[in-house]
């Protein structure tokens, strides 16, 4: 075995330094920059993105804010106008309901006068209809007209102590 034969020990031990120094030199050099390079690079990236992912973040959480705001004032708009809506409503409903009560107090006193009105003509109906009785009643059982005057008096009179 090569290896252990002590003669060519010596070489086996210079080639060794001198292969571990060549690769040694070239991974130092060439490989360990490149691997730094990528490292460094990927190391970038990940800030990079870690720094996006937290700006993104920032713009959601102000996004979120924003709505929720907007949201907010939305309702509190939503209310005023809906409190104003009803008091409009409200305001409507009792000039309307004023309009109607007049207009009904007018109807009302109205009525009451056709009713007053008509109230007098029957009682001037019953009237002259108790006159017209009271005078063909004289005719029939008297066999002679009465008075007109006399009759006026006596109906008159007697509608006098019906009320």
Do not use: C, H
Request: net charge negative.
């Amino acid at each position: 075995m090569p290896q252990l034969d002590f003669s060519t020990y010596a070489s086996q031990v210079f080639w060794l330094v001198v292969t571990f120094s060549v690769l040694f030199l070239l991974v130092w050099r060439v490989m360990a920059p490149k691997v730094t390079d990528v490292l460094e690079a990927r190391q970038k990236r990940i800030g990079d993105n870690l720094d996006k992912a937290a700006e993104i973040k920032r713009e959601a959480e102000a996004t979120i804010e924003t709505y929720e705001k907007t949201l907010s004032d939305a309702r509190v708009e939503a209310q005023s106008l809906i409190a104003a809506a009803s008091a409009e409503i409200a305001e409507a409903a009792a000039k309307r309901e004023a309009e109607l009560a007049v207009t009904l107090a007018a109807q009302v006193t109205e009525s009451e006068t056709n009713i007053a009105k008509a109230l007098e003509e029957a009682f001037e109906n019953v009237r002259d209809a108790a006159v017209e009785v009271a005078t063909a009643a004289s005719e029939l059982l008297l066999d002679k007209r009465l008075d007109d005057g006399d009759i006026d008096k006596s109906v008159d009179a007697a509608l006098k102590m019906q009320d």
